[in-house]
């Protein structure tokens, strides 16, 4: 798998194309022909290549026009976050799988092959294409039985965010991570955006001090992820302030649609998986709601710098591995009873009772490969959160989309802890 | 004047012979002594020859009771043990009985006619027959002494097993009591986070009942091991003879781990029934059967013979002479005591061959129990413990993690001391086991009942 995106990224914003408005452009001028690569579409287009948080473009090679891609179906270890491993399943060694990226009116040919224990195919969910390659097992074609490889071949009609995912044993099959992306560029599109993510919403059951995912799960879900990952391993996304930015989301989760909320935009939804809204039917928005088997893409101009959170709003979502057997303590009066239970369970420390922040970095012992409550440090504080939780980046005159560190906020623009004199002098009194 | 010199000399050997050889004071208790001593390692005790015990008793009491502590205790004060080491001293009587010659019959007879001399006569008898055969009757009762001498031993080791066994139990019922008493701590922890949980509005009053319930149901556990505890220690105090202020007796220590493997089971059998005491007694009963036969029989044949001399005076003359007197065997010739006497050998014999298979099957269930239950005690302690202590620690971090709340942590300390008390049961009739194995050869058979409970109300 080549990691193709740090090389745009490096080559195009060395190359002074970034300062220049059109980074894309750059880069094709220094790639020129790629006979194997994901970065054909920006070359045929001069958009943008997709950048998969966490994630890759599948390459594919071209043989008579077509172009070529391999998908293989297989056990994979996965790290949702630091601390937290995953036997999952998933394509060509990741999950998600790479995004596939091609062009309006690219002939395409997929080979997929099954390497899992049970029999798989996969649905091109979203694309208009002939029946027999819609990819429902049983219904439109035979099982991929493990070890077979299946060829699919079809053209892509219509620009668009689609996904990719196995239509047989769905429940355990994508409860297990076996997705992706897809993304179809407008071979000739009106205007250009300069970052262009996809990501992939899921959720998963990973009992804690476990490492399999538990697909049968219907609604405790756990471990809640932006392209398989959950916060804090997930990536920020880096933009370069004024940048014209689009974001798109798939969800596949088994259960739940994800409200995603940006902080520090408006934004407009502009297609779904069903193609591209009108510009007279585009509404601003603060939140997108994406429900399962859908996609929404988003664009914004990043005009504010700063560091913002992006977000699912279920609170329940930026949560890792909350537990829920328990009685709920808030509330408890502590008095004495660390002494009270001590004897019995040294180990013993009465918690909760005031509320449950700061529960991921009390340092206390855990479950092996868990991260129940956990988040990271953050600038000023712990950063409370976990799960479908990312930072949208935004800085001025940045030359790389590595991660720049901490937003430096300008004098006065900051939060702080109110003086005395200033509560007196608004007439606030404690 | 030869008869009676006969008569005179033959009682005056059987006299001394009797009087110095065959009943001694100790009644041959030296030899249970020195039984117990090397079977056992214990100091067999007769208030009759060795005094009152009051101070040992009460110097060993001033330290804390081990076990052979409690033994020795119970050794020198169990009363009713001293009641049954008694039956030696009635064998001991009954030799002495057996051992003595019969006494000398005297008879004076006088009648006085008028104008005649008075005339009288004097007889002097005894009974001759009994004397012939004193040396067979004091066969008999040496032969019956010698059995209640092995039978004694037997028993003060027996005894010493059941003080064995009752100190375990009551170690036992300690240890147990001890952890219903941290179950009970557990559970009062429960039900006081369930009360503040309740207080703050976060649990409702179901969960609340069901902590308390639960904690009132642990109260009502330890209460009853409280009892259990209280009882086992009253035998003890029972078996050891205690009262009063004797009774603040202090326990010395748990209940030991498992001691080295059991003995290997060929050489086992060979042992028991080489040591046993049970046997050796039953063979004394049967050679005291066979004298008693051997009597019956030489009594039937011999005409029972009373002998003396005469001196009178009739019509003026005096006379002087031997008298006897017999019965004629004519008819009864003693056949019903012959096989009176028979009947009980033969019985006597099977008795042995019976013991004799019992002793060898109670050896190899005794070893077969004794594995069982050590490789049960391991279990527990190697095995089931740890991991116990490792789902503590699980649930711990799980509570940690805030998947688990304080009551399954509380519950997982509860199942852990429920895994410790079936640790202590098991350890517990491992030493029954190890009692009753040692108990056989030293040359016991355990019965299932009879002195097990020796001494007990
Ligand atoms: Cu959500």
Known sequence: ?430 | MPIMKLVTHSCMLLLLLSLSACAARDAGFESVRDLIDQRAGLDAHWRYLDGPPDERVAEILSRPVGSEEAVRIALLNNSDLQASIEELGIARALLLDASLPPNIELEAERSEVPSERAEFSFAATTDLSRLLFLPMYRGVASAELDAVRFQTAGMILGFAHSVRTAYYDYQAAEQLLELDETVLEAAAASYDVAQRLHDAGNIPALELANERAFYEESRGQAAIAEAVAFSRRERLNALMGLSGMETNWQLAGRLADPQEEAPDLVDLEARSIDQSLDLVELEHRYRAAARRANLARAEGLLPSLRAGVELSREEGTREFGPVISLDLPLFNQGQGQVALARAEMRQLELQYRARAVRIRSAVRTARNELLVDARRVEHYRDVLLPLREQIIDETQLQYNAMELGVFQLIAARRDQVRTAQEYVRALQEYWHARATMDQILAGRLVSAEGDLDMGMP
């Open chain 1, 1 to 430: 798998m080549i990691s193709r995106r740090n090389f745009v990224m490096g080559s195009g914003i060395a190359g002074g194309g970034l300062l220049a408005g059109r980074p894309a452009v750059a880069l094709q001028d220094a790639e020129g022909v790629a006979e194997v690569g994901t970065d054909a579409p920006a070359q045929q287009t001069g958009s943008a290549s997709v950048v998969t948080p966490n994630g890759v473009s599948l390459p594919f090679r071209v043989v008579e026009g077509v172009k070529v891609f391999h998908l293989i179906a297989e056990p994979v270890e996965h790290e949702f976050a630091p601390g937290l491993k995953g036997s999952c399943w998933g394509y060509n060694g990741r999950t998600s799988g790479p995004t596939i990226e091609a062009v309006e009116g690219d002939r395409v040919r997929i080979y997929v092959t099954n390497r899992l224990p049970e029999p798989t195919t996969i649905h091109w969910h979203g694309i208009i294409l002939p029946n027999g390659m819609d990819g429902v097992g049983g219904l439109n074609q035979p099982y991929i039985r493990p070890g077979e490889t299946f060829r699919y071949e079809f053209t892509f009609l219509y620009p668009g965010t689609y996904m990719y995912h196995p239509h047989v044993d769905e429940m355990t099959q994508m409860g297990m991570g076996l997705m992706g992306m897809i993304v179809v560029h407008q071979r000739n599109p009106r205007y250009q955006v300069d970052r262009d993510f996809a990501i992939m919403l899921s959720e998963w059951y990973v009992p804690i001090g476990a490492r399999r995912p538990d697909p049968r799960e219907m609604s405790d879900f756990n471990v809640l992820t932006l392209n398989s990952k959950a916060f804090p391993g997930t990536e920020p996304l880096v933009v370069r302030t004024g940048q014209r930015v689009r974001m798109r989301f798939g969800n596949l989760s088994a259960m739940d649609n994800h409200p995603i909320h940006l902080h520090g935009y408006f934004f407009k939804i502009t297609a779904t998986d069903g193609g591209p809204i009108a510009e007279t039917a585009q509404w601003p928005e603060t939140t997108v709601l994406v429900p399962v088997g859908a996609t929404r893409d988003i664009e914004f101009v990043a005009d504010a710098p700063g560091d913002w959170a992006m977000h699912c709003h279920f609170t329940h979502h930026i949560m890792n591995q909350m537990g829920h057997e328990g009685p709920n303590v808030i509330g408890l009066d502590p008095a004495g009873l660390d002494d009270r239970i001590r004897p019995l369970l040294p180990g013993y420390m009465t918690m909760g009772q005031s509320g449950m922040a700061g529960m991921g970095h009390m340092g206390m012992s855990m479950p092996d490969n868990s991260i129940p409550m956990k988040g990271a440090p953050g600038k000023h504080d712990y950063l409370d959160m976990g799960g479908m939780f990312t930072v949208l980046k935004v800085r001025d005159d940045i030359t790389s989309y590595q991660d720049p560190g901490w937003y430096q906020n300008p004098p006065g623009t900051l939060s702080r802890q109110a003086s005395s004199e200033e509560l007196e002098a608004d007439g606030i009194s404690l």
